[in-house]
Structures are given as C-alpha cells and as structure tokens.
C-alpha cells in the first residue's frame, strides 16, 4: 500500500503568514523528498532531506524528519500568492537495481491575498 | 535543456480503445517512472524502466496496461481496452543514476490527461 500521509488535506492561510504540512510514513526510508504541484502540471522537486539528517533549510523552506515517528513536516515562511499549490511528500524506498517514490495523497495550500 | 516531455497532453478514448502514452525523459537519463493519479488525489506508482528492461512493475494493474522503454525513442504507457475508470493524469518522470533516489529528485513531464467516455 501506498505510504505516506499528508496533514492538513487542505490549509488556507494569509499572505505573509507560515504554512506548516505534516506527512507521516510506515516503513524505513533512505530520504524523504517534499514536491510542489502547481493546477494542471507535474511535480516539481522541492527539498531533499537524508534519513540520517533532522532538520534542512531551503530559502523559505525548512524541512524536518523524525525517523523515531516517522514523520516530517515542511514549513513555507511568509507565505506568498504564489505558493497556493498541492504539496506531496514522497518516501524513497531504494533496492538494488534502483528504487522508487511513493507519494502521500498531499496538502493543498491556498495563500490569500 | 529540454525537461521530461509527455504527449499527448490531452487524449479522449472511447470506452474499448486503446490508449498510448508517451514520455521523452530528460537528455542524458536511462530510467523512467510512470505515475498515475485520480483527481484530488496523490500520484500512484505504477512502474519502473530502465533501458530495455523493467525493474519494478508492482503497481500496474495485472490486464490491459503493459509499459516500456526501448533503446531507442520514448518510453510508451499503453492501456488496452479502457475502461472509464481509466481516466486519470498520468506522469512520467526520469532520473539519471542508478541509485539517484539516494541524493536526486526525480524530474516530472506535465502529464497526460486521459478521458474514458
């Protein structure tokens, strides 16, 4: 079955306000990755963290991983219009010819005006 | 560069079809991942390929849909005698190494939206 599950299933917030997005996964993971995906377009990558790393800063970005939980959360920073999108976190379950991303089912943020 | 390409953007099949996908991966990549997703939802995977070869199929429905990726040209999604349950986006996404999950994204083409009617 698919992992990985997103909290809030949706988030509406003020321009110039913080959007925190949760994402909770059941087996053991390499990495987690965080993508963004924009009304009618693919996936776009967004952050990397490393199941031995806790917390990574990208711009207004910052990505934490708690593998004792196994969770994450991505917090945006003054958040902008701009940001209105759906947010996915995805599980990299790698073996040895390769691996895979498995994606929760997403955060879709709207950012006011 | 040129990202991860998808054709048709748009494909409407008549219930009985059939239904091709296409995907050019990005310049330089050899391995390609075909997602699927229902409205409102997160993206399923469907399957793995690298040149020639398919390392992980698990998520394909075991009738109608087969994939691949020769050595030369696109990788090809194709779903026999669709059904309206069909209807989905469909994303292809490319990587370049081996084990890139390890420290690369994968890199995703906008989709092929697929109407069943």
């Known amino acids: 079955s698919q992992q990985g599950e997103e909290d809030p299933q949706a988030l509406s917030i003020q321009e110039g306000e913080n959007a925190t997005m949760n994402c909770s996964y059941k087996?053991?993971?390499?990495?987690l990755q965080w993508y963004r995906q924009n009304s009618g377009r693919g996936l776009v990558h967004l952050i990397l963290?490393?199941?031995?790393?806790r917390e990574k800063h990208s711009g207004r970005l910052r990505v934490t991983l708690d593998t004792s939980k196994k969770s994450s959360s991505l917090l945006i920073t003054a958040s902008r219009a701009a940001d209105t999108a759906s947010y996915f976190c995805?599980?990299?379950?790698?073996?040895?010819?390769?691996?895979?991303?498995?994606f929760g089912q997403g955060t879709e943020l709207s950012v006011k005006p | 560069n040129a990202g991860v390409m998808q054709n048709p953007r748009h494909l409407v099949r008549r219930r009985g079809q059939e239904a091709r996908l296409r995907c050019s991966p990005m310049?330089?990549?050899?391995?390609v991942y075909w997602y699927r997703q229902l409205p409102e939802e997160g993206l399923k995977f469907m399957v793995y390929?690298?040149?020639?070869?398919?390392?992980?199929e698990s998520g394909m429905p075991k009738e109608r849909f087969s994939a691949e990726f020769p050595k030369e040209g696109p990788s090809i999604l194709r779903i026999q005698q669709v059904v309206r349950g069909d209807s989905a986006a469909y994303f292809c996404?490319?990587?370049?190494?081996?084990?890139?999950?390890?420290?690369?994204?994968?890199?995703f083409g906008n989709g092929t939206r697929l109407t069943v009617t």
């Open positions: 390929l690298q040149k020639e070869n398919i390392i992980d």
């Open positions: 087996t053991s993971i390499n990495n």
């Open positions: 963290i490393r199941s031995n790393e």
């Open positions: 310049k330089g990549h050899s391995h």
């Open positions: 995805a599980t990299a379950q790698i073996y040895n010819q390769g691996g895979k991303l498995i």
């Open positions: 996404a490319s990587s370049r190494y081996n084990r890139g999950l390890h420290d690369s994204p994968l890199h």
